[in-house]
């Protein structure tokens, strides 16, 4: 199963990510490729352990299409999202990707999720593991 975490800015938020899957013994397996909307956030969740990372609109557009799951915050499908870092064609191209989509209700500008109760990134995390491990074993 191949996994693309998608993260801008510093990394932040896809390195954690990709730490946390890399402590889980049963993800162990997993191909994990960062894509960052630029070179800092790729060089951050590449120095969490991801397989391979690639930079920019061109490289999320066409890894979208050849991954099985893309993980990242609700902003990566929302165009001009990330003080506009993600381009309208990333987020376009994540969104008609046919991966399946695992993405993390972080609080956004100008956007209420309606329904949802905030909850910390390492209680996000846990929950996304989760899933992947649900979706592992289905396969």
Known sequence: MVIA??????????????KRIRE???????????????????????KAKANRGASGENAISYVA??????VGAAQ????????GELTPKMAEAIANSRAYKLLLPLPM????????????LPHLTDKLIQKIKEMMNRD
């Open 5 to 18: 975490v998608v993260d801008g800015h510093g990394g932040g938020i896809g390195s954690y990510i990709v």
């Open 24 to 46: 889980e013994v049963e993800l162990q397996s997993l191909e994990i490729i960062a894509l960052g909307t630029n070179s800092l956030a790729t060089s951050a969740m590449m």
């Open 65 to 70: 299409s050849r991954v099985d799951i893309i």
């Open 76 to 83: 990566v499908i929302i165009p001009n999202s990330m003080l």
């Open 109 to 120: 500008e100008n956007i209420s999720l309606i329904g949802y109760q905030y909850e910390p």
